[in-house]
């Protein structure tokens, strides 16, 4: 079982950045893709990035518009999204999760972090 811990959310005035950690426990983080996702008051749960096992590969969701940046590091079990430009319709719960393939889909992702509220004022 792995076990997922969120922080760097909080308060940022639009055109702000936040940078975003997720520690896993465990020593077999570097075998999974790690995604972020996030979900705001009565919306569906977003898809907002994806690194592969080795962190060769991203993707990022149509909405990004190459303000994140998903990167990890294996030997501290920690995967980052580093937030530029934040719009208030960025204001959202962000959640990181663990999965065995490369997927955008939630469904896929078998282990979730609680979360981290980012809020983006106007």
């Known amino acids: 079982q792995v076990q997922l811990v969120e922080s760097g959310g909080g308060l940022v005035q639009a055109g702000g950045s936040l940078r975003l950690s997720c520690a896993a426990s465990?020593?077999?983080?570097?075998?999974?893709?790690m995604g972020w996702f996030r979900q705001a008051p009565g919306k569906e749960r977003e898809f907002v990035a994806v690194?592969?096992?080795?962190?060769?590969?991203?993707y990022y969701g149509e909405f990004v518009n190459g303000r994140f940046t998903i990167s990890r590091d294996n030997a501290k079990n920690t995967v980052y999204l580093q937030m530029n430009s934040l719009q208030p319709e960025d204001t959202a719960v962000y959640y990181c999760?663990?999965?065995?393939?490369?997927?955008?889909?939630?469904?896929?992702?078998?282990?979730w972090g609680q979360g981290t509220q980012v809020t983006v004022s106007s």
């Open positions: 999760a663990v999965a065995n393939r490369w997927s955008t889909l939630a469904v896929t992702y078998d282990y």
């Open positions: 465990g020593r077999t983080f570097s075998r999974h893709t």
């Open positions: 690194i592969s096992q080795s962190g060769g590969s991203t």
